[in-house]
């Protein structure tokens, strides 16, 4: 094999993006194509409606009967944060690899903060083209009364999307099964509460508050790394 | 120090949780719900009747005096509200109390309904359909159009979200000469079909004045009502019943309940209990004879009879041990010293709140301290944690305890 | 500063399980060190320790002078590490994997890695994850060779390998490191291939130190003798001298740092009568095996 041509070497932000690109790409792609596929789904749904109804009375359905004709979508950003979750640590794990990136020169702390932040910002990515597509869709059918509830309602759930996949790495990166467990169980009593709601807006009072508490989800995550690189056991 | 911010933040998440489902797998085991009651007034003892349903749903029936009635007794005693039962035993009376019964029906002469404050207080897309209320069909239709009010009223076509600017001009022109303030607070109504007729909605403007607004003829009909100087509307309920006595019940935010009465908008104040905690539900019967309101609250319900003009005329109050007051509530109180609530008695939306549960759990924080003292000598991981870490003990009593036992310092800390 | 690394009174245990004790060691820098022992003596620990990945239970370790489970990130730049079982990112390819770690060493020569993974005769966007073992270990060396490190710790470097891959591996290895007297500390249990390779070597037993010294001093000081004798030999154990013995019936072999004056002195001493004792010429594959046991 020749010597490859002498391209510009990567920075190492970049080559962590890079690696962690490599990891989760077919994952984004995946989301991507769900995303579309749902919302290919919904726009189709209604359109059906429209045709075979009178727009007077899909609306009042949504209004009054308070019908969520995106509930669909309401898992999908927590099974996209799972699962890219999933795709960029298991791998990591296995035969503690993380190990060789705690050895490269960078800190420990801006390699995890790195290596979270390439992951929320798929997942932001992703949630944002979950956002946009249904702020279309409903645009097309609905006044703007109708797309901001249809938003505000959707937001929860991008939130546990986010939650979830700060859950997985935290969860996954702890070297101490037991630990593990008790993770798991909070993490799962906290994504809980983002699937309280079943009407639209209910979270419209208090968004706010959950937003804080997805970003306070996002530290535990330097606990596990630090436990993991020192090797505890207990 | 990031790794240091980060265990305390988990902490924090687990106490959070703890202080959610703890409390909720507490009351699944302890908590025994308190015996249903009823209470009306029978018209024909001139006294309350007591419905008592205990939680196997076996019920009894009780006069104020301890005496204890069969259900038939009961029902006997309840003339107008089980009139239909009556007629089948074949034991309806002709009267009652010099009233006629020969052309009595329940759905004309009587009106039952309960004002649920919490049934509004829930988001809402504010677009509404205006119902023509004289139209000429007996059945009630939908318009073509659903209204908002923003800047002015405007009514928008579903068909292609476009303005319906006949409508929207005619409307908010006559907003305009009657003094609405834009853009509307709330908006209450009934917007089905399924009723006799329709009377429109009831508009909070910006500055805080009720309007009643409905489409007469296709023309706006715009009444301001005069509430009393301070009044705040909180919630409403439409009343659109053929007995067309009172057009609302309205619930303030200074927590007086109102009657707006049909035929002059009059505001009637109810002579409902102001005492502190939650509004709870007002269940309103009307009779040929006056008005019954039946008041529940958290752990009471009265029942007040009012004359025709909706004066007091006497109450009786039913009242049971609160479930903070019970044996399983006192422990619960001195056991945890709050709870994540995220549900609200007030309304149907989704909050993140905490509620403290008082001085009692001073006692339970300094169990769970002593209990992290003693946990500390046998526990070795917990003897790493420095003093200090028992603030989260302190502030958090047995969640600070659980957090700092699933979450103790490492070696390195 | 002669040392690279340096570990004083280095204790470790597993729960009660005590993996070691006081243990004391250093490299010289520019040599290669040794850390032997058989399967669960605490080798791949003592790596951990050395890279931070594990706390001591007691004692500290020093890496190009500085504590162990706090290297400066500028200093992990100046050595390579390699993981037991030539771990890497399986999900690269040749090609991908040598771009992501040159982006983190400023001395990169990207070369050094060519050099060697041409050999595998492979295309650039061939995955790690279908490469043989051997293959692999080839890729994980020409990374660190390419990182040209001033340390080298290699764990394990023959797991999995066949004698082939083995001496494919040294031979590369012991070229850079002599060409640029680099520092390596390896461990290993396949013990024939290093006679030739570590400067100096710790042999580590259970729970203890069994020797520490040069592996020439190791081959010159350590004897096999055999002897046969009607009489049970278990009260020479007593003797600090003697590391180990193996009796088949009345045949004994014993193992020591000592000569045949030496052994006879003890065994009148302890009143074993014996026959001729001959000296058993020992591989160092052998040697080791006699100072750690077979069992």
């Known amino acids: 094999m020749a010597l490859p041509e002498n391209t510009e070497p990567l920075r190492p932000l970049r080559a962590l993006i890079f690696k962690e690109w490599l990891k989760i790409r077919w994952v984004l792609w995946g989301a991507l194509l769900i995303s579309l596929g749902v919302l290919t789904l919904i726009a189709l749904e209604q359109r059906q409606l429209f045709r075979n109804n009178k727009p007077f009375d899909v609306w009042f359905m949504v209004i009054f009967r308070r019908r969520l004709f995106y509930a669909e ?66 645009h097309w059918y609905y006044p703007a009364e109708i797309v901001f509830s249809a938003v505000i309602t959707l937001l929860p759930w991008l939130l546990a999307g986010w939650m979830g996949y700060s859950a997985t790495v935290t969860v996954l990166i702890e070297p101490v099964w037991f630990r593990r467990i008790v993770l798991l169980a909070i993490y799962f009593g906290l994504i809980r509460f983002f699937f309280a709601g079943f009407s639209y807006g209910d979270y419209s009072l208090s968004w706010g508050w959950y937003v804080l508490l997805t970003l306070a ?13 020192r090797g505890f056991h207990t | 120090m990031i790794v240091r911010l980060a265990r305390h933040l988990l902490i924090l998440l687990t106490m959070l949780a703890a202080s959610f489902y703890l409390p909720e797998f507490y009351w699944q085991l302890f908590y025994k719900k308190p015996i249903a009651t009823r209470i009306t007034h029978s018209i024909i003892q001139d006294d309350f009747l007591i419905t008592r349903t205990d939680t196997q749903g076996t019920t009894t029936y009780w006069t104020t005096q301890g005496q204890s009635l069969t259900r038939r007794e009961y029902i006997q005693n309840n003339p107008f509200l089980f009139y239909s039962q009556l007629q089948r035993w074949g034991i309806a009376p002709d009267s009652v109390k010099g009233y006629p019964m020969r052309d009595f029906s329940n759905r004309i002469h009587t009106m039952s309904l309960r004002f649920d404050p919490r049934e509004t207080a829930i988001a809402q897309i504010p677009l509404y359909p205006l119902l023509e209320s004289a139209g000429e069909y007996i059945t009630l239709s939908f318009p073509d159009d659903f209204f908002r009010i923003r800047q002015r009223l405007e009514f928008i076509s579903p068909v292609d979200r476009s303005i319906v600017d006949s409508l929207t001009i005619r409307f908010s022109d006559a907003l305009d000469a009657a003094g609405f303030q834009y853009p509307a607070q709330s908006i209450y109504g009934n917007p089905t079909t399924h009723k006799i007729f329709d009377e429109g ?134 056991l945890f010293p709050y709870s994540c609530q995220i549900r609200s008695a007030d309304d149907r939306y989704i909050h993140l709140t905490l509620r403290l549960n008082g001085w009692p759990a001073l006692i339970g924080i300094a169990v769970a301290l002593l209990a992290t003292l003693l946990a500390r000598r046998y526990y070795p991981a917990l003897r790493r944690s420095p003093i200090a870490e028992l603030g989260w003990v302190a502030v958090g009593g047995l969640y600070g305890f659980i957090a700092l036992l699933l979450i103790p310092p490492d070696p390195e800390d | 500063m002669t040392n690279a690394i340096e570990c004083l009174n280095l204790t470790h245990c597993y729960g009660s399980k005590i993996v070691y004790e006081n243990l ?64 890497q990112y399986d999900f690269m390819t040749i ?67 066949d004698a082939g891959y083995r001496h494919l591996f040294l031979d590369f290895l012991l070229d850079f490191v002599r060409t640029d007297q680099k520092t390596v500390l390896m461990t290993s249990h396949i013990i024939q291939d290093l006679e030739n390779v570590i400067d100096d070597a710790i042999i580590l037993g259970y729970q203890k130190l069994l020797a520490q010294l040069p592996v020439s001093t190791f081959r010159q000081t350590f004897h096999a003798y055999r002897f046969d004798t009607p009489q049970p030999v278990e009260v020479l154990r007593r003797e600090s001298l003697i590391r180990n ?51």
């Open chain 3, 95 to 161: 090609t991908q994997i040598e771009r992501f770690y040159a982006a983190f060493y400023p001395r990169w020569k990207r070369q050094y890695y060519y050099h060697l993974v041409d050999k595998l005769g492979l295309s650039g966007d061939h995955k790690i994850a279908h490469m043989s073992c051997g293959q692999r270990s080839q890729i994980a060396l020409g990374l660190i060779l390419a990182q040209d490190p001033d340390l080298m710790i290699l764990d394990d470097y023959s797991m999995g390998l």
């Open chain 1, 217 to 229: 989800t996002t530290m535990p995550v330097f606990l596990s790394g630090h436990r993991f690189r």
């Open chain 3, 24 to 87: 004391n060691f250093h490299v010289e820098r520019g040599k290669i060190f040794g850390i032997l022992g058989k399967n669960g003596m605490g080798k791949t620990t003592a790596i951990n320790i050395l890279m931070g990945f594990l706390r001591p239970t007691a004692g500290r370790c020093l890496v190009l002078g500085e504590e162990s489970h706090r290297i400066r990130p500028e200093t992990r730049a100046r050595i390579g590490l390699l993981h037991e079982g030539h771990i």
């Open chain 3, 245 to 295: 013995i193996e009796t088949l019936k009345q045949h004994v072999t014993v193992f020591g740092f000592f000569g045949v004056n030496e052994l006879e002195a003890l065994l009148d001493k302890n009143g074993i009568t014996h026959g001729q004792i001959t000296e058993i010429p020992l591989s160092f594959e052998e040697a080791f095996i006699g100072i750690t046991g077979k069992y």
């Open chain 1, 73 to 138: 979508l309401r898992f999908i950003p927590l099974a996209i944060g799972v699962i890219s979750g999933l795709a960029q640590f298991v791998p990591e794990i296995i035969k503690k690899r993380l190990r060789l990136a705690f050895h490269l020169p960078v800190s420990e702390t801006g390699l995890i903060l790195t290596m979270q932040l390439i992951g929320l910002t798929a997942s932001l990515l992703t949630s944002l083209g979950l956002l946009a597509g249904l702020a279309l869709i409903t």
């Open chain 2, 201 to 334: 909605y009831y508009v909070v403007d910006q500055a805080g004045r009720l309007w009643h607004l409905k489409k007469v003829d296709g023309k706006p009909f715009i009444q301001l009502i005069e509430l009393p100087a301070g009044c705040q509307v909180q919630s409403l309920q439409v009343i659109e019943h053929p007995i067309r006595q009172i057009r609302a019940a309205l619930l303030t935010r200074e927590r007086d309940y109102y009657f707006i009465l049909w035929d002059d908008y009059r505001p009637v104040r109810l002579p409902l209990d102001r005492a502190p905690g939650r509004p709870g539900t007002v269940s309103i019967y009307l009779d040929p004879f006056g008005c019954q309101l039946l008041h529940n609250r958290e752990n009471s319900t009265t029942c007040y009879l009012l004359d025709r003009d909706y004066r007091l005329l006497k109450s009786h109050t039913e009242t049971w041990t609160p479930r903070h007051e019970t044996l399983a509530g006192r422990v619960y109180g001195a």
